[in-house]
């Protein structure tokens, strides 16, 4: 291969890497109809901001929602992507974009030490750029999933303290009104924040408390709270109490919450116990070899 090959091939990797970066950053166009796609996963999306890019960017989400790549992601991830604030399209742009770089990198390397002499011409090297890429693009696709984990483990945390402080209101005579209000105004967190703002929210929408309780335990995957939800909805239509039920929920969401510490506890201690003995053998061998050294001369002496 000689330089002007090498140059040609650098020049377009780097093209490509551009266009990879350009696209990981680009924004979904706000437009109603990007948001009822959001929202709904249907129709057309149409972006606002010209005609000409206006085109290309819709029929890149139309490939990346409609297509095999987010049928994937929607498959893989379902709606936990909202939880996060990503959409089906932003998640194709980012696995798209994170092969890409690292194609191009690793491409790119090779091509400069092939051009040195340091590497032999061999399609190898382009089947090892491309398993690379795949790793790249499996890396985000991991830590997008662990976001999704780590955002429904707060989002159960939140629950659990919105039920909690419910029923520490109730405990003082409280209306069931009085005591969701002074849940909301009691939790603080960036969960809690998401679970105020349904609440506060759901009158505006023409949504009851109750089904907006519901919707929110459903879509995070805590039974208890659309349990809770139910005695709220027989408490504001039939007037019947619910303290006692409130109380047994809290109950159970903590003894459920205290076996999730315990085993999340027994989780690290088990990933900890490898590197633990490691060090224990290491430190036994530094210590016991010139011992060992000193014996052997004075045996073999």
Not at 25 to 37: E, G, I, M
Not at 219 to 246: K, P, Y
Not at 259 to 272: G, I, P, S, V
Not at 274 to 297: H, N
């Amino acid at each position: 291969m000689n330089p002007l090959q090498v140059g040609a091939a650098v020049g377009v990797l780097a093209v490509a890497g551009v266009w990879c970066l350009v696209l990981a950053f680009q924004r979904a166009p706000r437009s109603l109809s990007a948001a009822r796609h959001h929202m709904y996963g249907t129709g057309a999306v149409v972006s606002a901001t010209g005609a000409a890019s206006g085109a290309w960017r819709a029929k890149w989400l139309e490939v990346a929602v409609v297509g095999p790549p987010g049928r994937w992601a929607f498959q893989h991830f379902g709606t936990g992507l909202a939880t996060i604030g990503l959409s089906v399209a932003d998640v194709v742009s980012r696995v798209a974009a994170a092969a890409g770089v690292m194609l191009f990198v690793v491409l790119a390397a090779m091509s400069a030490l092939m051009a040195m002499g340091l590497l032999p011409l061999s399609l190898f090297w382009v089947g090892l750029a491309g398993v690379f890429a795949l790793m790249a693009a499996w890396i985000t696709v991991h830590d997008i999933a662990a976001k999704i984990e780590r955002r429904h483990r707060e989002l159960r945390q939140a629950a659990n303290d919105f039920v909690q402080l419910v029923a520490v209101g109730l405990t003082t005579d409280q209306s069931v009104e009085e005591a969701v209000r002074f849940a909301l105004g009691v939790g603080a967190s960036d969960a809690f924040d998401a679970l105020r703002n349904e609440l506060l929210t759901a009158p505006q929408r023409g949504v009851p408390v109750w089904e907006a309780l519901d919707e929110f335990g459903q879509r995070i995957g805590v039974r208890e709270l659309s349990e809770f939800a139910a005695s709220v909805e027989r408490q504001g239509l039939q007037g019947v109490s619910i303290s006692d039920t409130v109380a047994s929920l809290a109950t159970s969401m903590r003894a459920k919450a205290l076996d999730e510490l315990e085993r999340e506890a027994d989780k690290a201690n088990a990933n900890l116990s490898g590197p633990t003995i490691g060090f224990v053998v290491t430190t036994i061998v530094f210590l016991a070899y010139p011992l060992a050294q000193r014996i052997s001369e004075a045996f073999g002496g």
